[in-house]
């Protein structure tokens, strides 16, 4: 089992910046690529970032591409989403997310491609 915990969140105005964190524990040899995806209120979960194990390979979707910046440090077990020039429709409940080599197989910006979930961490962008 690996446990995902995600940090980092908060209220900041349009134009700021957040850096949130999702520390990873339990059997994290296992952890291949990781994931942001967000809920923002009445809408379905959204593919955000996505990063290979080593963290050499990063895939965006177009509404956070050139703002939004996704790290890993696989010695601390811990994924980092930098976030700026942030909008009102980055509103939503971040979730992170890790594939693990017993993982299905499926595309970088699929639910289904990763096994592990954590709780949401809300990020409100005020106008």
């Known amino acids: 089992q690996v446990q995902l915990v995600e940090s980092g969140g908060g209220l900041v105005q349009a134009g700021g910046s957040l850096r949130l964190s999702c520390a990873a524990s339990?059997?994290?040899?296992?952890?291949?690529?990781m994931a942001w995806f967000r809920q923002a209120p009445g809408k379905e979960r959204a593919f955000v970032a996505h990063i290979s194990r080593s963290g050499g390979t990063t895939y965006y979707s177009d509404s956070v591409k050139g703002r939004f910046t996704f790290a890993r440090d696989n010695a601390k077990n811990t994924v980092y989403l930098q976030m700026n020039s942030l909008k009102p429709e980055d509103t939503a409940v971040y979730y992170c997310a890790a594939r693990s080599t017993y993982a299905a197989s499926g595309n970088y910006y699929s639910e289904g491609t990763y096994d592990y979930w954590g709780q949401g961490t809300q990020v409100t962008v005020s106008s």
């Open positions: 339990g059997r994290t040899v296992s952890v291949t690529a």
